[in-house]
Each structure stands twice: as structure tokens, then as C-alpha cells.
């Protein structure tokens, strides 16, 4: 395992905590992916299977009051940064019972509770909104800190770059986060971009940045420590490219023309749940036993989740015109 | 005439003027690996090359603006871009370049672009991905908007939207990709009038693009009542086909709009303006229309459906119209 293991304490407890968190992601996405089938979730469904390791590492380095800002790619990252699964099933399913009251879906988990801002469905809309939270930290003089995860096909936008421009100018207290997977959509990176070395284009903003392999939670775990550590320090922004790669259809609906099995396949060779629970074994850290205890204890979540959506209720139509402004203005 | 999809007619008319003009190219996100987000290109890539058939990266801005740019020198671009709810961000080229290059170069520059795109909702997309805004741009001079409703259309709308000398947006909404339809003749199509697609003498239903199914089937509905309407598809967004909205209600003398954008400031707002502005006196009831709720489209099907026009919403606005 790389990384610098004197800034992460590997404990057992450690080690069960973030093989239980990528587990728990992967169940839930599955769950999410037979649910699909069942007609329960509908629209766009955009799975991080794969994918797993980014955001279990990232979010070891976070406080609870720290924002974090996401895609359409979130559920994740939503299940990381404390919002219940129950109410993140729940908005999959339409109910208003759902962390955004059933109006957002799979795309839009909000919960402002955990500060979590969504649920960006425009490639590159949530950068932006992740400086001006980290704005509004430092204008209100408080220590926290807003993470933005994106993929790399945001990084073409042009919001990418005046994003990247503004937190670096205005010193903001953000950390970017791009998941590199390789592919938008069907565009693989060396179609999109002339620079296809991600993290050099943070320099030219003079914003300190790190690729990692975001395969290895350990890894990912390290970086964001340190470039967190780094934003505290210094208030200015930071940025981390993870390398890693998405397992399934870019949503429900793509037939994958663009790559061979073959590549996927390979990695899922290393990816990174296997990754992790080899090398946990093989250190003595994990056993079999505590997989399969992981595992019930996730099943049981999920059971419960989607029992809790499925007797969630559907907000009536005669409120249709919510939440478009607010209900009382002073 | 056989039948074809919407996508595979609109397939066809890209192909078709590729075959014909050698500057004819099209660019857009995921149009040739990927094979379209709608598997409108699906192939293409294939058989006409990386160089006409050009994966932008996500630069909805930059690849607009080249388009533009191209098309100011001498190509004859087709722009796609994914839907209507990602051109806000080549807004600016579209807006401050392609509509207004003539004008401000003194009739110098012409920009003989085409920009599609996706609109519409109705498939639990929720807030970011299922709104209309053709409206929207039917608002900007320089700019000629078509919303291509049938399959005919989607295959003909192409050809004379390339030879036009004026940037041309078409709107294609996404629930319309998989109808089938009679392919049409493409040489008949024009892209300056409107069009009856059913005669009556009630009262008028205009419409366009994804309503006119739902506008067609109310007709059908309120013809099993005695009240026969007739569906007016307006076609052309911008500029509007005074002549035939006007001729339908003389006709008629009654009318409703149909149209999946907002309600406020919509292009049903303009149409009834025009109607009383030109028409008031050949009025026998005031006007009416069906549109969406004022709401962002929410994702719980329940709620998306009540808030976008129904086949249901507009026999009720027909039958407050003609008081039965
Ligand atoms: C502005 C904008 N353009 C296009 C799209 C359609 N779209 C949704 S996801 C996507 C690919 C984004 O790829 P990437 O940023 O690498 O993230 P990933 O999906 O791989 O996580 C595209 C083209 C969109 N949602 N927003």
C-alpha cells in the first residue's frame, strides 16, 4: 500500500472503517441498479461503482462542518458525508420523505443538515458554488473548508478555469476534487483535452496540486489529509486529481460502444475494494470474519432504506409549486 | 412512403447533406464514440471521419463559438449540443455572436450555422435537464427557431435550415426520438409557415413541437364530444407565422395555446399578443393556454406530470373556451 502511513493511522479499527465505507457505497449503488430495473428509480442513474475509493478517502480528511459540493454522480459522497440512506432512498424513489423532499432525484441529493450542496447535474456547475461557499467561510471569518468533487470531463469548461482562477485570486479554502475515470460520457480524456495531465493545469493557477491513485483509499486518504492540512495552513485552495476509473455504463442508458471490455475488465483487477481487503488480509488487519460482518451490517442498512422509501409518501399535487420561492418573505 | 423514426429521419437528413455539400460537418459532445446522447449520429463517425464528425470536449461555449466562427468563413456547421438545459452556456455565443454578426458588421459577416438541440421534459429528469427554453430564443432577432413536430419534419427541416444564410436553431424534444412516421418528401418541406395537422371549425389549438401529440389526441378526445378542433403546428418558432394563426381563427374564432414552456413571458404570451393586436375583433371568446407550471420541473413523476401540459389540462381549457 503507498501512501504515508505516519499522517494515517492504519489501525484496525481504521481499516475496518474504510473497507466498510467503500463496501457500503458499492452495495448501495447495486441495490440502486436493480431498483432501476424495477421501475422504483427512474430518470438519469449515474453509479460511482469503481469509482469507491475517492470519495471514502476524501472524506476521511473532513470535518463534519465542512461543505462538499458533488455531481450527478453523488450518492456516494452523500452516503460519506452522513446523509442517511434512508432519506437518499427515499428521494430516488420521488417520495417526499427523500433528502430533497422528492424533487430532486438521484441527481439532486441536498442535505443541508450534513452541508451537502448537491447534486450538480450542469458538468462543471458546482465549482463555482464551491467558491462562493468557501467565500462566505472567509468573509464570516470561519475555519472550515468546501470540497468540490467533479469529473475530468468538467475540466473542458470554461467554469472549470474561472473557478480555479477565482479560489486561487481571492485565496478561498476549497479543495478540487476530480475523479478522473478517463471517460466523459463516451469522450475519453486524450479526445478532450490537449493537456491530459489534470493536475498541471491546477498549477498555471499557482494552486498546489496532487495526482494519486484513486484506487488506493489509503492513498487518496493520505493526499486529502495533507492538502487539507495545507488549506487550514495557508487559506488557500488545494487540488487533488484522482485516478480512477468507473466499473459500469456511464448512466443506465449507454451501451459502452467507446471501450473494450477487455480495459474494463483489467480494472477491476485493481479495483479498489479488492485492493484494499487483499492487502488488509494479508497485514494481519481484516479476516474473513469481519467482511461478512460488514456485509450484514450493510445489508441491513440498505433493507432498511429501501423499506423506509417504499412506505415514504408522495407529496400532494396540490403543492406543486413549492419551493420556488420562499413561503414567507419579510 | 415508409416509416422511420424521428431519429432515424433526422439520422438521415445529417447524412444526406453531408453526402451533398463537402462543407457540411457536425460537431457536439459524445456525437461519434459515444454515438450520440440520442443515437441521433449513431454511425456517422463511422462513415464519414473524425475530421466531420467532431467529439468536442465539454466546451459548450467554445465549440458553439467555433462553429459560428466556421460558418463565417465558409463552412456550413451543424452544432449539436446535448440539450437546450446546456446551452445557457454558449448563450453568449449564440446570443452576442451568431444573431447579431450581420447586423453589426454592417451585412459583412453572415453566420449560415445550424444548432440542435434537445428540449423538453416528461422523463423524470428533474430540475437541470427537462426544461423548454425554445421560447427563450424565438426573443432574439438574427436568430430563425424551428421545432420540427412530426417525423417528416425531423427528416426535412435539415436541408433548407443549411441553406439558410442566418443562423437556424432547431429544437428537438427528447420524447419525440422514438415515434415512428411516413418519412415524407424533404423537398416539400419549408421552414417558414405553419402547418394544419387537423381541420376543424370549433376552435383552434395551436401548438408545436412535444405538444402536438398531446394537442392531436385532445382533439380526438373532444371530437367524441361533438366539439371539432383544429390543430394549428406552428413550426416556426421565430419568426412567427402571423398569417396562418390568424387565418385559423378567423376560422374558428376560438383558440387555446399549447406550449411546454413557462407561462410568463412565454412564446404563448407573444402568440396571444399578436392575436389581439391583429385578430381582437374576429374573437368570440377570450384566448386561452396550457403551459407549464411556474415551477422548476420536479423529479417525482406525479408532480412532473402535473406540472407540464396533458392532453387532459387542454380539453379542459377547450371546453372553458367554448363554455361546454
Ligand atoms: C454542461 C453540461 N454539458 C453536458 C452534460 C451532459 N453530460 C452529463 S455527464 C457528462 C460527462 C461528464 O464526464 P465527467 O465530468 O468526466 O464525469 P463522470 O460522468 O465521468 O463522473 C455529460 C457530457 C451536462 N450534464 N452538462
Redesign the interface.
Same mark, same amino acid.
Given at each position: 500500500m503507498s501512501g504515508n502511513p505516519a499522517k494515517v493511522r492504519l489501525s484496525r479499527e481504521h481499516c475496518r472503517t474504510l473497507l466498510h465505507q467503500m463496501l457500503r457505497i458499492r452495495r448501495f449503488e447495486e441495490k440502486c441498479a436493480e431498483l432501476y430495473t424495477q421501475e422504483k428509480i !427512474? +430518470?438519469?442513474l449515474h453509479l460511482y461503482i469503481g469509482e469507491e475509493a475517492v470519495a471514502v478517502g476524501v472524506m476521511q480528511a473532513l470535518a463534519p462542518e465542512d461543505a462538499v459540493v458533488a455531481t450527478y454522480r453523488e450518492h456516494g459522497h452523500a452516503l460519506m458525508k452522513g446523509v442517511p440512506a434512508d432519506t437518499i432512498m427515499a /428521494?430516488m424513489f420521488?417520495?417526499?420523505e427523500g433528502c430533497?423532499g422528492? !424533487? *430532486? *432525484?438521484s441527481? %439532486?441529493l441536498f442535505d443541508t443538515e450534513h452541508r451537502f450542496y448537491g447534486g450538480?447535474?450542469? &458538468? $462543471? *456547475?458546482g465549482l463555482p458554488i464551491a467558491a462562493g461557499l468557501a467565500l462566505a467561510d472567509t468573509l464570516a471569518d470561519r475555519s472550515r473548508i468546501t470540497t468540490c468533487f467533479f469529473g475530468e470531463?468538467?475540466v $473542458? #469548461? +470554461? #467554469?472549470f478555469h474561472e473557478a480555479l482562477n477565482l479560489a486561487a485570486l481571492w485565496q478561498l479554502p476549497v479543495l478540487f476534487v476530480c475523479e478522473n475515470n478517463l471517460y466523459?460520457?463516451? @469522450? $475519453?480524456l486524450d =479526445?478532450? #483535452?490537449s493537456q491530459t495531465d489534470i493536475s498541471a493545469k491546477a498549477a498555471c493557477y499557482d494552486i498546489a496540486s496532487e495526482a494519486v491513485d484513486g484506487m488506493d483509499v489509503v492513498a487518496v486518504e493520505v493526499a486529502a489529509r495533507r492538502a487539507v492540512a495545507a488549506i487550514h495552513e495557508t487559506g488557500r485552495p488545494r487540488f487533488l486529481e484522482c485516478r480512477t476509473y468507473r466499473f459500469r455504463a456511464h448512466s443506465m442508458y449507454?451501451?459502452q =460502444?467507446?471501450r473494450a471490455k477487455e480495459e474494463v475488465e483489467a480494472w477491476k483487477e485493481r479495483g479498489p475494494i479488492r485492493r484494499f481487503k487483499t492487502w488488509a488480509f494479508e497485514a494481519g488487519e481484516l479476516r474473513e470474519s469481519d467482511v461478512a460482518e460488514i456485509e450484514a451490517e450493510i445489508a441491513r442498512e440498505i433493507d432498511q432504506a429501501v423499506a423506509f422509501a417504499q412506505d415514504g409518501t408522495? /407529496?400532494p &399535487?396540490a403543492d =406543486? @409549486?413549492r %419551493? &420556488?420561492g420562499a413561503e414567507r418573505r419579510p | 412512403m415508409t416509416d422511420l423514426t424521428y431519429r432515424e429521419a433526422m439520422r438521415g437528413a445529417i447524412r444526406t447533406a453531408m453526402q451533398e455539400d463537402e462543407r457540411v460537418f457536425l460537431m457536439g459532445e459524445d456525437v461519434g464514440h459515444y454515438g450520440g446522447c440520442y443515437a441521433v449520429t449513431k454511425g456517422l463517425l463511422e462513415e464519414f471521419g473524425p475530421q466531420r464528425i467532431r467529439d468536442t470536449p465539454l466546451s459548450e461555449s467554445a465549440f458553439t463559438g467555433a462553429g459560428i466562427g466556421a460558418a463565417m468563413n465558409g463552412v456550413r456547421p451543424i452544432v449539436e449540443i446535448m440539450t437546450c438545459n446546456f446551452s445557457l452556456l454558449a448563450l453568449d455565443q449564440i446570443m452576442n455572436n451568431a444573431a447579431t454578426m450581420r447586423h453589426m458588421s454592417g451585412g459583412q459577416v453572415t453566420v449560415p450555422i445550424v444548432i440542435r438541440m434537445a428540449t423538453g421534459g416528461g422523463r423524470q429528469l428533474a430540475a437541470q435537464h427537462s426544461h423548454s427554453l425554445e421560447g427563450w430564443y424565438a426573443h432574439i432577432p438574427g436568430l430563425r427557431v424551428l421545432a420540427p413536430a412530426t417525423v417528416e419534419d425531423a427528416g426535412g427541416m435539415l436541408g433548407p435550415a443549411l441553406a439558410d444564410p442566418d443562423p437556424v436553431l432547431i429544437f428537438e424534444n427528447a420524447l419525440l426520438y422514438n415515434e415512428t412516421g411516413p418519412a415524407g418528401d424533404p423537398g416539400s418541406v419549408d421552414i417558414d409557415h405553419a402547418a394544419i395537422r387537423r381541420e376543424g371549425s370549433d376552435i383552434s389549438l395551436i401548438t408545436y413541437g412535444g405538444s402536438l401529440g398531446k394537442t392531436l389526441a385532445a382533439a380526438g378526445q373532444l371530437a367524441g364530444d361533438g366539439i371539432d378542433a383544429e390543430v394549428l403546428d406552428l413550426r416556426v418558432l421565430r419568426p412567427l407565422d402571423d398569417d396562418a394563426i390568424l387565418a385559423t381563427l378567423a376560422k374558428t374564432r376560438r383558440c387555446v395555446i399549447v406550449d411546454e414552456g413557462w407561462r410568463s413571458g412565454s412564446l404563448s404570451a407573444e402568440i396571444m399578443a399578436r392575436i389581439v393586436e391583429q385578430g381582437f375583433w374576429t374573437l368570440d371568446a377570450p384566448l386561452a393556454r396550457v403551459c407549464s407550471e411556474e415551477v422548476p420541473i420536479p423529479y417525482a413523476a406525479h408532480l412532473e406530470e402535473a406540472a407540464l401540459p396533458s392532453a387532459e389540462k387542454i380539453v379542459t381549457a377547450a371546453r372553458t373556451v367554448l363554455g361546454r
Open positions: !427512474r +430518470g438519469f /428521494e420521488g417520495k417526499q430533497s422528492g !424533487r *430532486g *432525484g441527481m %439532486h450538480n447535474a450542469i &458538468v $462543471a *456547475g470531463g468538467a $473542458a #469548461e +470554461g #467554469e466523459a460520457m463516451g @469522450t $475519453a =479526445l478532450s #483535452e449507454d451501451p =460502444l467507446y408522495w /407529496e &399535487v =406543486l @409549486t %419551493h &420556488v | -
